[in-house]
């Protein structure tokens, strides 16, 4: 439900989007829109090499996620001096 929005109210474009899931139930929305998606299960050991490739400098990583620890991303987020985006404050 998320992705009509963001590309009503961002100039943004396909290819700046990846969806990642721990299952395929997001499959389906990244075809029907077009974007890429990966399926990794997002986990303390490997969040670094997962996510520190996809983030850059201005970008944003939007977590919709559950059982996945907020902090380390925003770490991240800072570090990469990318925004961070949560729809919960969640521990590992």
Known sequence: AILPVLFEKFAIQK???TIIAADNSGANI???YGVEFQLHIINPGNYIDILGKQIHAGDFLVN???NISSIPLIELCN???ALYIDTANEPW
């Open 15 to 17: 290819n700046q989007i």
């Open 30 to 32: 990244a075809a029907e």
């Open 64 to 66: 919709l996620s559950c």
């Open 79 to 81: 570090d990469k001096e």
